[in-house]
């Protein structure tokens, strides 16, 4: 069952810097300068990383708060890449949350593994790419 399509853009700043606009929000993503950036913002690899535990920390957050336990928590990632195909192989997110009691972390644990971004990369996702090549057309 589809829910209601969201939109952000992206926008080509210059070299590999751009702006993603997001609901009135803006974000810059960059390559660090070893990889030909100026490292003035995350990377998207970083930026998917901290997708993934920012969306465990809040799931865990609304556990916690929602029982009535105190609801502090931090998330600390950590990833590997592979290649054939580039991709991050492996996160690992270690998570502080002193509020959960010990009778319940198991119940925890399911919890932060049924985050939005979890799930997706668990049961995959559709990726479609359309091309508007613009004035780029009348060169093909």
């Given at each position: 069952m589809a829910v209601a399509q969201r939109q952000l853009t992206v926008r080509h700043r210059e070299g590999p810097l751009f702006d993603i606009d997001v609901?009135?929000?803006?974000?810059?993503?960059?390559?660090?300068?070893?990889?030909?950036?100026?490292?003035q913002a995350p990377t998207p690899t970083e930026l998917f990383v901290a997708s993934v535990a920012s969306c465990a920390a809040f799931y865990g957050y609304s556990y916690l708060h929602r029982r009535g336990l105190p609801d502090r928590i931090d998330v600390v990632a950590r990833w590997?890449?592979?290649r054939k195909p580039d991709r991050v192989?492996?996160?690992?997110?270690?998570?502080?949350?002193?509020?959960?009691p010990l009778d319940r972390i198991d119940?925890?644990?399911?919890?932060?593994?049924t985050c939005l971004v979890h799930n997706t990369l668990h049961h995959g996702c559709e990726m479609e790419i359309e091309f508007d090549?613009?004035?780029l057309e009348a060169i093909i």
């Open positions: 609901r009135g929000h803006r974000i810059i993503v960059d390559q660090p300068m070893e990889g030909g950036g100026s490292d590997t890449t592979v192989g492996q996160i690992s997110l270690h998570v502080e949350a002193p509020g959960v119940a925890f644990r399911r919890v932060l593994q090549l613009g004035s």
